[in-house]
């Protein structure tokens, strides 16, 4: 919601009522009033083409659909959509997300009263709505070359054989994962997307099929476009991927500049990446202090070394000691393989599930599953 202008849709048979609200909304830019629907029963319809964030619906509503209807309906058709219920003190309603009803505007009201109101349910709404049932999982490291983008995309593809998953090549420049599964040079990528604003029927235009079934969103085909893509677009689009998708998958490259803290921001998980290596484990517990100054949890961190059999000398204790926090999954090193997949822009949890690089990567994949289950009880499997 951050830097975007609130669209609110008013379901309003009172002309006068309108108008109030809108003149309150014309002092400020940052809610638009996109339009006043006067019946019950032109409501829904209204949202799906409007595409508001925030309704405001009338409790008085006359004709055949009730103000408590409209909401009811709303809720189950757009349940990323807010409801704000507009009353009057002799009419008393009470909020009650489960019937739609976000909050209770009660006659007469401030401009203040209105828009913080407006400002607080689109906010609240679109973390209820981006934590129902998908988890986005950003693979970190500030050190290159420790195998973010092997692991991004075979962790991926072992999520995709029981869920639906779209794996983002955050290496905005570079495109590993273009390089990596060679696709094509015309496949879309993510600036192939409206500047304006960005809508979940236009995601299945810039989406990629992998073989391996889950979808890519691709970075754009050359260096200098990444330029194109801005920290809005960014959050945008994920807040669109996690209604479509469970997993939501971010590769990314080794920085911690503003285009990867956006990806780091919107993760419900980062899983940072190092393996035995003096600058990996240096620079890693260098990023580990800006994410505590940043303020992220520790719940929000996992760590994974990778090629953990080549320990070079480490100790994994001291490793431990050195970045500030636990090792959480290892995956061994196994040059053959991984280069003969890489190659091939196949993966190696499906070409050798057996073998012990394969099992690491599965079980990584599996706690993920595990984690989504936790968060989403009523989960839906494909
Ligand atoms: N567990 C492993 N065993 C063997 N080789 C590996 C393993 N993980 C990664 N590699 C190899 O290490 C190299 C770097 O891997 P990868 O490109 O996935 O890393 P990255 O962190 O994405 O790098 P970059 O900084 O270029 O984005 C590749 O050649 C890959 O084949
Ligand atoms: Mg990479």
Redesign the pocket.
């Known amino acids: 919601m951050s830097g975007e202008q609130i669209r609110l849709l008013v379901v309003e048979d009172v002309p006068q009522v309108a108008s109030h609200v809108r003149s309150l909304l014309n002092a400020q830019s940052q809610i638009k009033m996109l339009d006043v629907v006067t019946s019950g029963d032109r409501a829904v319809p209204s949202v799906s083409e409007m595409k508001p964030d925030v309704v405001l619906v009338d409790a008085l509503l006359q004709g055949r659909v009730s103000g408590q209807q409209v909401a009811d309906q709303i809720r189950k058709a757009e349940a990323h959509v807010g409801v704000i219920m507009l009353t009057v003190p002799q009419n008393p309603v009470s909020e009650d997300p489960d019937r739609g009803i976000d909050a209770v505007l009660k006659m007469p009201f401030s401009g203040f009263d209105l828009t913080t109101m407006i400002r607080k349910v689109a906010e609240s709404r679109a973390v209820e709505s981006s934590r129902s049932g998908s988890l986005v999982v950003t ?1 970190f ?1 500030p ?11 075979n962790i991926a593809v072992a999520l995709g054989q029981n869920h639906r998953v779209c794996l983002i090549d955050g ?1 905005l420049q ?1 495109s ?1 994962l273009r390089g ?1 599964l060679r696709v094509p040079a015309v496949a879309p990528s993510i600036v192939n997307l409206p500047t304006d604003r960005i809508r979940e029927q236009d995601l299945g235009d810039v989406t990629w099929r992998d073989p391996s079934g889950i979808d890519l969103l691709l970075a754009p085909p050359r260096v200098e476009m990444a330029e194109m893509v801005t920290t809005r677009d960014i959050e945008k689009v994920l807040s669109l991927l996690r209604q479509l998708y469970e997993f939501v998958i971010i ?4 920085a911690l500049s503003e285009d990867v803290l956006v990806f780091l921001d919107s993760a419900d998980l980062i899983l940072q ?1 190092l ?1 035995y290596d003096s600058m990996a484990i240096r620079s890693l517990a260098m990023a580990g202090e800006t994410f505590q100054a940043i303020g992220y949890p520790p719940s929000k961190i996992a760590t994974i070394l ?3 059999d ?1 320990s070079g000398g480490f100790d994994k204790a001291d490793v431990e000691g050195a970045i500030g926090s636990r090792i959480d999954y290892e ?9 003969a ?2 190659n091939e822009g196949i993966a190696f949890v499906t070409s050798s599930p057996e073998s012990p ?1 394969a099992q ?1 990567v599965s079980r990584i994949a599996d706690s993920l599953a595990a984690h989504l289950a936790e968060r989403s009880p009523a989960l839906t499997r494909r």
């Not at 050190?143 to 995309?153: Q, S």
């Not at 590769?251 to 080794?254: E, F, G, L, Q, V």
């Open positions: 693979l490291s050190k290159g070359g420790v195998g973010r983008t092997t692991l991004a995309y290496s570079f590993d990596l590769d990314t490259r080794a990446v393996t990778n090629r953990s080549a995956v061994v090193s196994d040059g053959h393989l991984v280069l997949s890489n690089i690491g």
